[in-house]
């Protein structure tokens, strides 16, 4: 391996350009493959961002001997192939969330990475950021007392074009696989901190408007039960801009986390807010002056260059338990998927993991 890691990226959309200007601030990556479905939208990627390689498209990638790690930014249903395939070619992998549609197909990928000895993470920015850390730290430390409940939401309008993937029904779209990952992630990493082990929920309750035209979830909410008593109260909408915001609830105080998901990105700051009864509260800033992206792919540099397979920033069991609870949300609300239908097809052959037909 080369003294900076070399990524190649699958795919040329929005969050692959992200990545790109991302890398090019970086201190331990560059950009030398990109792949697309498209010469011309290849061309146009290479152009916007210089690389050595952009006309092999994703098999071109994944099959690039000079690439160290691919960055898969397809849509949802195509994240198990390319993921799998990159790994089968020994490439470390950054996989765009969700992992996969269902946590069937998620166990397949993370098998892939386990077969071939290589690094595998699931592309929630935010477990990379320090901010995140030092919050695992608070609630690790007993900062509030007992964690009993928290809320977290995520959400925006990406407006109604029909063209737009998150509102294709055979493209797994939806607000629940696009940002509802990220309260339920957090509510797993803060029922570990609070425990001391991954788990999955004990109990899910879900609900979501699910259009009649684009067959998707466009707003949703839910409820997780972990054992210890902690609830979480969730929500996301790809059709309303919800406050993107975290609040810990203790039996000692409570914490707030303006900014969850992106720390510090588009004018939000990047700080953590203690509240404990009969004292002032205590802001902490956590922000570095650096992008949350830039700050991701320098973590994935190091911990590729340390020699971590299941990365301590989002293991894969713990990729595994959210996906689940995303089948689960999912199966609450009334969402399926092509996808999913595979698995009731399989049902009761042996070979289904916890999908959403259970």
Not at 55 to 62: F, P, S, W
Not at 239 to 251: H, N, T, V, W, Y
Request: hydrophobic share 45%; net charge negative; with cysteine.
């Amino acid at each position: 391996m080369s003294e900076r890691v070399r990524w190649g990226i699958v795919g040329t959309g929005k969050i692959a350009r992200v990545m790109a200007r991302a890398l090019a601030g970086s201190d331990t990556g560059e950009l030398v493959a990109v792949g697309s479905r498209s010469a011309e939208r290849g061309a146009a990627f290479a152009a916007e961002f210089p690389v050595r390689r952009h006309d092999g498209g994703y098999e071109g990638v994944v099959e690039d001997p000079v690439v160290d790690l691919v960055y898969i930014a397809t849509t949802h249903p195509s994240h198990r192939e390319w993921a799998v395939r990159a790994a089968g070619a020994g490439k470390h992998l950054l996989c765009e969330k969700p992992l996969a549609v269902h946590r069937a197909d998620a166990e397949v990928v993370v098998e892939a990475a386990r077969a071939n000895d290589v690094f595998l993470l699931e592309a929630f920015a935010y477990r990379c950021h320090p901010q995140t850390a030092r919050l695992v730290e608070l609630v690790g430390s007993g900062a509030i007392g007992e964690v009993r409940m928290l809320d977290a939401t995520f959400g925006y309008d990406a407006g109604s074009d029909p063209g737009n993937y998150l509102l294709v029904h055979e493209l797994a779209g939806g607000g629940i696989l696009d940002v509802g990952g990220y309260p339920t992630s957090m509510a797993h990493l803060i029922a570990r901190a609070a425990t001391g082990r991954t788990a999955e929920p004990t109990d899910v309750a879900g609900v979501a408007e699910i259009g009649p035209t684009t067959r998707v979830d466009h707003s949703a909410a839910a409820v997780l039960r972990f054992e210890g008593g902690i609830v979480a109260r969730l929500a996301c909408s790809i059709q309303a801009d919800l406050e993107g915001s975290l609040r810990i609830f203790g039996s000692g105080g409570r914490i707030t986390v303006p900014s969850p998901w992106l720390p510090g990105r588009i004018g939000t700051k990047a700080e953590i807010v203690l509240e404990r009864p009969g004292a002032d509260p205590l802001v902490e800033d956590v922000g570095l002056g650096t992008g949350v992206y830039t700050i991701e792919v320098d973590a994935v540099g190091e911990m590729v260059r340390a020699g971590e397979r299941s990365p301590s920033v989002m293991p894969w069991e713990e990729s595994l338990a959210n996906m689940a609870t995303l089948d689960r949300w999912r199966a609450a609300a009334g969402l399926r998927y092509e996808q999913d239908e595979v698995l009731v097809a399989g049902a009761g052959t042996g070979n289904v993991g916890s999908g959403i037909v259970d």
